[in-house]
């Protein structure tokens, strides 16, 4: 064996040896740098006033009154929370999506937070300022005037609480024509004979007596709400706080976004006054809506929207049509 070409491999095997370790030791200390810097970015974060902040969170009770009541936390961040419009106790160990504003910062890592809303997304529910608006159902409860009114939905049902304590529920149905049990039409016919036996609220909502201590409401011709209580004063009580988010809510409210987007320049054609109008679910506060009128001519219109329900804005309008 040659001496010198051994010593020269055993150099140059030597050198590989060092600079492998050299590039081993360089990838560690990059990776340790990288991990202290998103350390320091997370825990040194800082928010602005007026700052949105729309992502999950789990809300705890973690009282130190006055200065917060509850605190919310996730993988990345805790926020301490205190509210004078929803009783944050209702949402303790529950996974929500809130949307909040940053209106005061004691410091950076003590900001105290303004609700916006709340979202609960298996129960497809908006709540804000403790006004509970249940999406699939079309309907929405305000007890912005009392935090200790509170709602929430199990299974079919959606339970009404006082102070913890359920105090009325309400099941939905689907209207249909093929069954007389589910032809709202039908019914309403039926329960209007008895007029002694309903009652109408100052939004002219109509509860009609269905069984003994049950009560049953309509949405139009398309969903019916059977309302089951313990005590009959119940219901009365509490009726001017239930919106059915039916035809004539959509026409009361949402009245200017419809005269406003409902029109054609060009062909001067304007919605004068609405003969029919239909909608349709589309996802959490957006409805599409349907709405048909005559023009000057007699002729049988058509202009579709979608809105926001609880927001004064339209997403999107579809041209106005001709249906003749």
Known sequence: MDIKNFLHQKKENKKKQ???LSIVLFMVLLISALFFFMVQYYE???YNVWDPITVEWKVISDNNFPIYTHSISNSKRSFWLI???VNLNNFVNKTLIINWEINE??????PVLQIKNIKIPESKVIIRDNRYFFTNELISFDFSKDLDLS???TGRNINIYYQGEPILSMETFVCSKITSTQNCEEMVMN?????NEMFTTYLWYVFYKNKEKTRVSFNDSTMGYIFKTFDNNVLLNVSHLINIINSKFIMENKQDLILNNCINEEKNIRLESISNLSKEIVDENLIKIEVEWLDTDWKLMSCGLIVAILEDRSVKTNKVSYLE
């Open 105 to 110: 910062l004691k410091d950076n890592k003590f």
């Open 83 to 85: 509210s004078s419009t």
């Open 191 to 195: 329960y209007t004979k008895n007029l």
């Open 151 to 153: 709602a929430e939905k």
């Open 44 to 46: 040194n974060i800082t």
């Open 18 to 20: 060092v600079m492998l």
